[in-house]
C-alpha cells in the first residue's frame, strides 16, 4: 500500500561478522546516493540492477563504515522494489548507526513483517505463502507491541506521557476556542504558547541525547533475580556491578521498587533487576513487592535464582521452581562461605537447570557464572531479540519527529500564522510521542476540550 | 362507493420514497429525492412544524457553516433558505485561519420555517401528509412500506426516517414529565418497537433547551449588544451577495453570577438530571447550565445570549442557560442574571430525552445494513444541531432515490467534507451523546473549507443531477480562473524597484533585496492579492468579470463582482497558505488509498487466521465497507489491517 521507503537490520544483533541493513521503496535508491562515497562517483538510480559497490557510508562529513551496497532494483528484488542492502562490519553500534542515517536521509522504520507483506503485496510470493505471511506480520507485530513500551525506561514514560498531556490540554483550549469563538478567546495565545513549547522542545532535546546513549529503552537481556528473603540476591547484584565491571546505566530516580541495573558481560548486555524476597506473606507492602517480583520473572528471557544453600528447602522454594520451570533459568547454590545443607543433587531432582555454587559474600563462583550465561547465550538458548533494537530507532525517529514538528509550531508562531495552524502541528507531536507510548490519539482530544473547557451554547 | 370499515386501507398511488419526519434532515431527503425525479411523500405529526427550529435560533456557526454551504453545494435547501430568512449574520473566527472561518446566522424561526415550507409545498413530485407512522413493513430483508396510525398502509421502494426527537419524546423539568415532542408537539410513540422489532438497536439520548423570555421584560441596558457583520456573507453559492446586505437585528450578552450559582446549586437535588429521573445520555458540549456550575465550579460567571426568536415576536432565547430545574428554580435562577431581574418566561426551559440509533448499524450511504431500502438521517442518527441533520437527510435521500433509479450511491468521504467526516464518525465510532459537528473531527481541515465547498462538492452535486449545468459551468469557469492566475502569480518576477519598494513600505513589509515572485509577496501575512495591485501590471485575467479587477486596490468589495470576489479570495487563501496544503494534499492521497480498498461484503472475518478475537467481533458486527473504515474502528489494530490486507490480495485472486 504505502509506497515510501522502509529500512531495518537484515541479520541478527549478535556479535557477528558483518551486518546487513536492507531498504526497501521508490526511494532508496536516492537515500543510498546521498550517504554513499566511492572513489568513483556513481549514480545509483540509473546503475545496473543487481551491481555491488565497494565504499563508504557517510551521514554528512561524518565516516560510519566501510561497506559493500548492493543494488537490486525493483520489480527483480524480494519485496519487488527497489531494494538497497548496505553490508557493513558487524557489531550493534555500526549497524545502528547505518540503520539510523538511512532514516535521517529519509526512510522510515519498517514495521514488523513489513519487508514480507510487501513482498507479498506486490506479488512476489505465492498467495499460497499468505497465510505465513500473514502470521509474520501478526506474530512480529505481537511481540514489538509488548517490547515497544515494555522497553520503555519507567521514568521515559512518564516524561513522554507528561509532555504529550501538555501538548493536549493547550491543543484543546486553541480548538475550543475556536469552536466556540463567542465564549472563549484565543486571541495573544501564541505569546504563551511559545514559551511551553520551547519548554517542551527542551525536554524532547533532553530525550533525544539519551537516546543517542541507549538510555531511552532498557536493551539487553531481561535478567530478574529471585529467591527468598536473605538468600542473598542483594549481594549478587552487587558483585555482578561491582567496580571491575562497567555499569552502563543506573536508574536513579525512578521509583520502581525494584531495583534495576545493566551491565556488560563478554560484550553481551544485561539488565538485571534485584527483587522482594518471595514468600508467603501477610504484610500487604511486602505481599506487593512479592507479586511484582513474580510478575517480572514472568516476563524475564533470563532468571538467576539464588538459594541459601545454608538453609533447607521449603514450600517457597518449590513455588519458585515451579515459577522457572519454563524459564531460561540458572540456579545459584549461595553461601557456600557457610556450612550448606542443600547439594546441586537435591535441587536437580527438583528442576532441570544449570546450577552453580558461589558465594556472592566471598565473590567466589562469579567466575563460573558468567561463563555458563555466555555459554547460554551463544548456543542461542538465551538472545535478545533485534526487535529491540528497532525500537530504539523507531522511538528515536518518533522522538524526532516530534520535536521538528514543535518547531514548526514555533515558526507559525513567530510567523504570525493564525492560532488554528498551531494545532496541525502540536497534534501530529502528540501522535509521534503516542507512536512510542502505544497511544493513539483516537478521541483524546474531544473528551480534552469536554473535560477541560466550558464550552457556551 | 363504500369502502369496509374492517379492511386496512392501502394507499394505491405509486409512491417511490417515503420520508418519515419533514424536520431539517426530512426536508432536505424529501426534496433531494423529488428533484431526483421520484415520487415522494413526507409524512409528520405536524405540517405547521415542518422546519421547525425548536431549540437554538441560529443556522451555522463553527463547523456548522461548512456543512451547510456543504449542503448547498451538493443542491441542498437548507443555505438558500437561511439566505432569505436571517436577522443577523457573523463570520467567526475571521481574524484565525481560513479554514476556521464559519458562518452563522440568526434565523427568524417563523420565517425560516414558513419559507422552507413553501419550497417543499411546491416541489414537484413532492406530496406533503400529516400522519403518525406507527411502522415500517418489510418483507425478505427489503423495505415495502410504511404504515400510518390509522392503518393505512403506503407501499414504497426506499424509506428515509428521519424522526428527529420524536421517538417515545419525553419532556422533563423539575418533577414534571410529559410525553411530548419538542414544543409540547405530538410525539411518535409507536414506531420504536416497529423498529426493535426489526432488530434494530436503538439508544436514549438527551437534550435541553433554555426559556423564551418576553423581550418587554428584558432590561437591555444592563447587557452589552452584539451586532452582526457590517458586511455579510451568504451560505449559499447561488446567493447574489448583495441581496444579504440587509438592516441587522441585534443580539445581548449578559453573564450569570455567584446568586446564579448559588440556587442552582441549592437546589440540584430537584433536577431530573441529578436525582436520576432523566436516564438519557446528555451532550457534553451543550451543557446545561446546572451541569456547567457543577462541572466548574471555579467559574464565578457564565456568559448568557439573549437572541431574537424572530422579527414579528417577542419571544427572546437565553443562549447558554438551558436547564431542566423546576419551574420556580427557573424563574429564581434566570431573574438573578442582571437585566433579567423581571424577567416574564413565555416558554419554561426543558429536557427531552428520545429514542435514536446506534449509527454503526447504518452503511456510510445511510443505509440500514440489515434492511435493504430503509435509509435514515438527523438526530435519529445520534446526532445533534439542524445543520448536521440537513446533511445527513441529504444525503440519505440522495441516495435512497439513486438506489431505486439503479445508480450508484454516493459516500463523501472524510477528505471530501465535513458531511464526510460526520457520517464516517457515526456510522464508524461508539457515541454515547448526540454528535455534534466540530473543526478539530476533520483531519484535513486546511482542504475542508467553507470557502471552497463549491470546489469540492458541486461536481458530485451535478453528476448526481441536483446542480443545473449552468452552475457547474460557472464553478468550472471560476475554477480555471483561479488555477491560471495563481500560476500567473507564481511566475511574475518583481524587482526590487522604487515602485515596489514604496508599496510594500505602505503595509510595514519588510524592503526587497533582490528580485522575487508576486506570489511570494502574497504569501507575507501583512500583503495580500488585493494591495499588490499597484506593482501587478497584468491582472487582465479577470477579464470574465463585470468589474474592473484591475485598478482593484483597497478593500471597498462592495465594487467587486461576486466571481471575482470568490477568485481573489481563492487566490489568496491558496498562495498564502499553499505548504499547510501540499502538507494535508499529500496526507489525503496516503488516505485514500485505504478507503478505495473495498472489502467484499461477503468477507468472512471467522475463518480469517491470526486477526485478534476482538477484531474479528468488531469488523463482524460493524462490517466495514472499506480497509479505511475498517481502520478507525476501536479495538482494529494496524496489524489486523495488515492481515486483512494479505488476505484480501489472495481472496482477490
Known amino acids: ?457 | 362507493m363504500k369502502y369496509s370499515a374492517n379492511s386496512v386501507w392501502e394507499n394505491r398511488d405509486e409512491i417511490d420514497v417515503v420520508v418519515v419526519g419533514a424536520g431539517h434532515a426530512g426536508c432536505e431527503a424529501a426534496l433531494a429525492s423529488a428533484r431526483l425525479g421520484l415520487k415522494t411523500i413526507v409524512f409528520t405529526v405536524s405540517v405547521d412544524s415542518i422546519a421547525l427550529m425548536p431549540c437554538n435560533p441560529n443556522i451555522g456557526g463553527s463547523s456548522k457553516g461548512h456543512l451547510v454551504r456543504e449542503v448547498d453545494a451538493l443542491g441542498g435547501e437548507m443555505g438558500k433558505v437561511i439566505d432569505q430568512t436571517f436577522i443577523q449574520s457573523k463570520m467567526l473566527n475571521k481574524s484565525k485561519g481560513p479554514a476556521v472561518h464559519s458562518l452563522r446566522a440568526q434565523a427568524d424561526k417563523a420565517n425560516y420555517t414558513r419559507t422552507m415550507r413553501k419550497v417543499l409545498e411546491n416541489q414537484e413530485n413532492l406530496e406533503i401528509k400529516q400522519a403518525e407512522i406507527t411502522d415500517i413493513l418489510v418483507k425478505d430483508g427489503k423495505v415495502t412500506g410504511v404504515q400510518t396510525y390509522s392503518g393505512a398502509i403506503y407501499r414504497c421502494k426506499a424509506v428515509v426516517l428521519c424522526t428527529g426527537t420524536y421517538l417515545k419524546a419525553r419532556c422533563i423539568y423539575g418533577e414534571i414529565s410529559n410525553e411530548t415532542g419538542p414544543n409540547g408537539l405530538q410525539a411518535a410513540n409507536y414506531l420504536t418497537d416497529s423498529l426493535k422489532s426489526l432488530g434494530i438497536e436503538m439508544y436514549r439520548f438527551k437534550t435541553g433547551t433554555p426559556a423564551r423570555i418576553d423581550k418587554r421584560s428584558i432590561d437591555f441596558s444592563k447587557m452589552e449588544e452584539q451586532f452582526g457583520d457590517e458586511r455579510v456573507v451568504p451560505f449559499s453559492f447561488t446567493t447574489n451577495p448583495e441581496d444579504v446586505q440587509i438592516e441587522q437585528a441585534s443580539c445581548w450578552l449578559t453573564y450569570t453570577n455567584e446568586t446564579t450559582h448559588e440556587i442552582i446549586r441549592a437546589n440540584l437535588d430537584r433536577s431530573p438530571l441529578f436525582s436520576g429521573m432523566i436516564e438519557g445520555t446528555g451532550p457534553r458540549y451543550c451543557p446545561s447550565i446546572e451541569d456547567k456550575v457543577v462541572k466548574f465550579a471555579d467559574k464565578n460567571k457564565h456568559q448568557v445570549f439573549i437572541e431574537p426568536e424572530g422579527l414579528d415576536t417577542n419571544e427572546m432565547y437565553i443562549g447558554g442557560m438551558s436547564s431542566s430545574l423546576p419551574e420556580d428554580v427557573q424563574y429564581a435562577m434566570y431573574r438573578s442574571v442582571a437585566g433579567l431581574e423581571n424577567a416574564k418566561i413565555v416558554r419554561n426551559a426543558y429536557a427531552i430525552e428520545y429514542d435514536c440509533i446506534d449509527a454503526r448499524q447504518l452503511y456510510p450511504t445511510l443505509e440500514f445494513k440489515k434492511i435493504e431500502g430503509l435509509y435514515s438521517g438527523g438526530q435519529f442518527n445520534g446526532s445533534s444541531g439542524y445543520e448536521e441533520a440537513a446533511a445527513q437527510g441529504l444525503v440519505a435521500g440522495i441516495n435512497a432515490a439513486l438506489k431505486i433509479s439503479g445508480r450508484d450511491q454516493i459516500v463523501i468521504d472524510r477528505s471530501e467534507g465535513y458531511i464526510g467526516v460526520l457520517i464516517d464518525d457515526l456510522v464508524t465510532k461508539e457515541s454515547h451523546e448526540p454528535y455534534r459537528m466540530m473543526t478539530s473531527r476533520a483531519e484535513y481541515r486546511l482542504l475542508l473549507r467553507q470557502d471552497n465547498a463549491d470546489q469540492r462538492l458541486t461536481k458530485i452535486g451535478h453528476d448526481i443531477g441536483l446542480i443545473s449545468d449552468e452552475r457547474y459551468q460557472y464553478l468550472l469557469d471560476k475554477q480555471e480562473i483561479i488555477l491560471s492566475e495563481i500560476e500567473r502569480l507564481e511566475q511574475t518576477n518583481i524587482g526590487a524597484n522604487q515602485e515596489v519598494q514604496d508599496v510594500l513600505k505602505q503595509y510595514d513589509s519588510t524592503p526587497l533585496n533582490s528580485g522575487t515572485t508576486l506570489a511570494e509577496l502574497i504569501r507575507r501575512p501583512e500583503l495580500s492579492y488585493e494591495v499588490l495591485a499597484p506593482i501587478d501590471k497584468n491582472r487582465e485575467i479577470m477579464h470574465k468579470c463585470a468589474c474592473k479587477c484591475t485598478n482593484y486596490v483597497d478593500n471597498s468589495e462592495k465594487t467587486v463582482d461576486k466571481l471575482c470576489q470568490e477568485v481573489i479570495e481563492q487566490v489568496n487563501i491558496n498562495i498564502k497558505y499553499d505548504g499547510y496544503i501540499r502538507r494535508q494534499q499529500k496526507q489525503v492521497e496516503q488516505f485514500k488509498k485505504l478507503e478505495t480498498k473495498r472489502i467484499p461484503d461477503n468477507i468472512d472475518y471467522n475463518i480469517i487466521k491470526s486477526l485478534r478475537i476482538e477484531a474479528v467481533q468488531k469488523l463482524n458486527q460493524y462490517r466495514p465497507i472499506s480497509i479505511g473504515q475498517a481502520s478507525r474502528i476501536s479495538g482494529v489494530s494496524p496489524a489486523d489491517i495488515s492481515v486483512l490486507l494479505v488476505y484480501m490480495e489472495q481472496y482477490g485472486k
Do not use: W
Open chain 1, 1 to 457: 500500500m504505502r509506497k515510501d521507503t522502509i529500512a531495518a537490520i537484515a541479520t541478527a544483533m549478535t556479535n557477528s561478522g558483518i551486518g546487513i541493513v536492507r531498504m526497501s521503496g521508490e526511494e532508496s535508491l536516492e537515500i543510498i546516493q546521498k550517504i554513499y562515497k566511492g572513489k568513483k562517483e556513481k549514480d545509483f538510480v540509473n546503475i545496473d540492477t543487481h551491481t555491488i559497490h565497494y565504499g563508504y557510508i557517510l551521514d554528512g562529513d561524518e565516516t560510519i563504515d566501510e561497506v559493500l551496497v548492493m543494488i537490486m532494483k525493483g520489480p527483480h528484488s524480494f519485496t519487488g522494489e527497489n531494494t538497497v542492502e548496505i553490508n557493513c562490519h558487524g557489531g550493534v553500534y555500526v549497524v545502528k548507526r547505518i540503520l539510523e542515517t538511512v532514516i535521517k536521509y529519509g526512510a522510515r522504520p519498517a514495521e514488523p513483517g513489513e519487508f514480507t507483506k510487501r513482498a507479498f503485496l506486490n506479488g512476489k510470493m505465492d498467495l499460497s505463502q499468505a497465510e505465513a505471511v500473514i502470521d509474520i506480520i501478526s506474530s512480529k507485530n505481537e511481540y514489538a507491541l509488548k517490547s515497544s513500551v515494555s522497553q520503555l525506561k519507567g521514568n521515559v514514560q512518564r516524561k513522554i506521557k507528561e509532555i504529550r498531556e501538555e501538548i493536549l490540554y493547550h491543543t484543546a483550549f486553541i480548538e475550543t476556542a475556536l469552536d466556540d469563538p463567542e465564549h472563549i478567546s484565543v486571541d495573544g495565545y501564541g505569546e504563551k504558547l511559545h514559551t511551553v513549547v520551547d519548554n517542551l522542545l527542551e525536554e524532547l532535546d533532553k530525550l533525544l541525547k539519551s537516546s543517542d546513549n541507549g538510555r531511552i529503552i532498557k536493551e539487553g537481556i531481561k535478567t530478574v533475580i529471585v529467591g527468598k528473603p536473605n538468600a542473598g540476591k542483594s549481594s549478587l547484584l552487587n558483585v555482578l556491578v561491582g567496580e571491575d565491571r562497567a555499569i552502563v546505566t543506573d536508574i536513579a530516580g525512578t521509583t520502581r521498587d525494584v531495583l534495576e541495573e545493566s551491565i556488560q558481560l563478554h560484550g553481551i548486555s544485561l539488565n538485571i533487576m534485584d527483587t522482594a524476597g518471595i514468600r508467603d506473606t501477610e504484610d500487604i507492602v511486602e505481599k506487593i513487592g512479592v507479586d511484582k517480583a513474580k510478575v517480572y520473572a514472568n516476563e524475564a528471557d533470563l532468571v538467576i535464582y539464588v538459594v541459601d544453600a545454608s538453609k533447607e528447602l521449603d514450600e517457597n522454594d518449590f513455588e519458585i521452581m515451579e515459577m522457572i520451570r519454563d524459564k531460561k533459568a540458572v540456579i545459584l547454590l549461595n553461601k557456600s562461605d557457610l556450612t550448606t545443607v542443600i547439594t546441586k543433587d537435591m535441587v536437580q531432582s527438583h528442576i532441570d537447570k544449570p546450577i552453580l555454587s558461589i558465594s556472592a559474600k566471598e565473590e567466589r563462583g562469579i567466575r563460573e557464572l558468567e561463563e555458563t550465561l555466555k555459554d547460554m547465550f551463544f548456543h542461542g538458548e538465551i538472545s535478545f531479540n533485534d526487535e529491540v533494537y528497532i525500537t530504539n530507532i523507531r522511538h528515536k525517529t518518533a522522538l524526532q519527529d516530534a520535536y521538528d514538528s514543535l518547531q514548526k509550531v514555533i515558526m507559525s508562531i513567530e510567523n504570525d500564522m493564525p492560532e488554528d495552524f498551531y494545532s496541525i502541528d502540536l497534534l501530529d507531536a502528540y501522535e509521534s510521542l503516542g507512536s512510542i507510548t502505544g497511544e493513539t490519539i483516537g478521541e483524546d482530544l474531544v473528551n480534552e476540550i469536554f473535560s477541560k473547557f466550558c464550552m457556551g451554547k
